[in-house]
């Protein structure tokens, strides 16, 4: 065995554990909101009504309150965004973050799904994704 097998060998062992460690957590997470989403069925109108910013490194966090059989219930959630390029001509020049479920901000109206049974378990609809930063 030459030393090119031996250089792959252990670019791939160094490489390979925070990979599949990665895809674990990405899958966790996936099957999580899944399994969240199919149980809650139902629906309200909710009013966003806090959004928390504590600066650049950390996530923004979504409040909103919904109202179910006259009671109302509060759900927070990390605000989930997608990344849109900045161009100067056809030139990109930076990336502007814009959240997943379209403008947001204090007093907007939100969907929120709950679960019938249990209201207090909710989820913002649209709210859906990876990147929070």
Known sequence: MGDGF????????????PIL??????????SRRRRLR????????GVAVR??????????????VYTVDGRVYRV???????????RAGKIPVGQ????RMGPVEEGCAVTVRYDPAHPEIALIEGND???NV
């Open 76 to 86: 927070s959630e990390t605000l989930k965004y997608r990344s849109e390029a900045i």
């Open 6 to 17: 031996w250089i792959v060998l252990i670019f791939c062992l160094i490489l390979l554990p």
């Open 38 to 45: 199919e149980r809650c069925t139902a629906s309200a109108e």
């Open 51 to 64: 959004l928390a910013s504590r600066g650049l490194d950390r996530p923004t966090v979504l409040t909103a």
């Open 96 to 99: 502007r973050r814009i959240p």
């Open 21 to 30: 460690i990665v895809l674990l957590i990405r899958g966790i997470v996936l």
């Open 129 to 131: 994704g990876f990147r």
